[in-house]
């Protein structure tokens, strides 16, 4: 039985990660910042280990008899004084350093689709970076490329429960985001694969207005969509680089760079947007 260890546990896509590789058979070893998060953790994982992958030394023996290490490891805001460097690449390259001393064999890591594509944005330079570092590593590496998660798209639901949900362009550009569940399965499907790379996105493709009229029909309201054009969204991210800190406008600007062009990635899964949009109204109502 293989033993993975787990960077990022605690996230969106870590909480899927840990359940689908125990239903799988896996032994998981999770590493965890934040000690509030260990004990919900407890109920199903018996190895957790808390350590800080920002600084080195605290990941000392965390790769000893692990056979794979899967990263989540990455920030959309940023917070603490860390920045997407600190962890989305420093983190990462600290936690491959003692994967290779460790003698594992294959580091997964969860980067985005297009990344190597937007390398002047912040967050995808950093994640690139470490792309970069990965694949010369001598390790097998398996890079995810997701295209986006519907927890991504909980903003369509609540745009439209105020009313109005605001799109650049004309609202068909088009994407094929993928549920969390389904991504963790095709992720514990790549174990043993070759290196490489691996493209993915969820089960629909579809524009944003398609989205957009999914969200308005999950809450019962008419739909109201007003198009933001091009020519602002670039002068709004040349006025939020230019006044604000990174820490600021990166999530903005990852945010209003992929949503000005088509994501596409090969469909897999089944978890449909308008099922998890019809879960996020009801949740909120």
């Known amino acids: 039985m293989k033993t993975v260890l787990l960077a990022g546990g605690t996230g969106y896509l870590g909480n899927h990660l840990w359940q689908q590789l125990l239903d799988s058979g896996y032994k998981v070893r999770a590493l965890v910042r934040n000690p509030g998060k260990v004990d919900p953790l407890h109920k199903r994982l018996s190895d957790v280990r808390q350590v800080d992958v920002t600084k080195a030394t605290t990941l000392a023996d965390c790769c000893e008899q692990v056979d794979v290490v899967i990263s989540t490891l990455g920030i959309t805001r940023q917070r603490d004084g860390l920045s997407y460097m600190d962890v989305d690449y420093q983190a990462n390259l600290n936690l491959l350093d003692e994967a290779r001393r460790s003698g594992v064999k294959q580091f997964i890591y969860v980067s985005v689709l297009n990344g190597e594509r937007f390398r002047q944005v912040k967050i995808c330079a950093a994640k690139e970076r470490f792309v970069d570092a990965l694949k010369q590593s001598g390790l097998n590496y398996r890079i995810i490329r997701p295209n986006g998660f519907y927890s991504d798209l909980g903003e369509f639901v609540h745009m439209a ?7 650049f362009g004309d609202g068909e550009y088009r994407t094929n985001p993928i ?12 174990i043993d694969q070759p290196s490489g790379e691996l493209p993915i996105g969820g089960p629909q493709t579809l524009s944003h207005n398609d989205i957009a009229r999914l969200a ?21 991210l040349f006025m939020l680089r230019n006044i604000t800190s990174v820490k600021t406008y990166g999530p903005l600007e990852f945010f209003m760079t992929v949503m000005a062009t088509n994501m596409l990635a090969p469909e897999y899964g089944e978890i449909s947007i308008e099922s998890y949009f019809n879960k996020q109204a009801s949740e909120e109502s």
């Open 161 to 167: 429960q105020k009313g109005r949900i605001y799109l």
């Open 179 to 190: 549920h969390g569940a389904d991504l963790a399965k095709a992720i514990v499907e790549q």
């Open 216 to 236: 308005f029909a999950a809450t019962g309201k008419p739909v109201n969509i007003t198009y933001i054009p091009n020519w602002l969204r670039q002068t709004v």
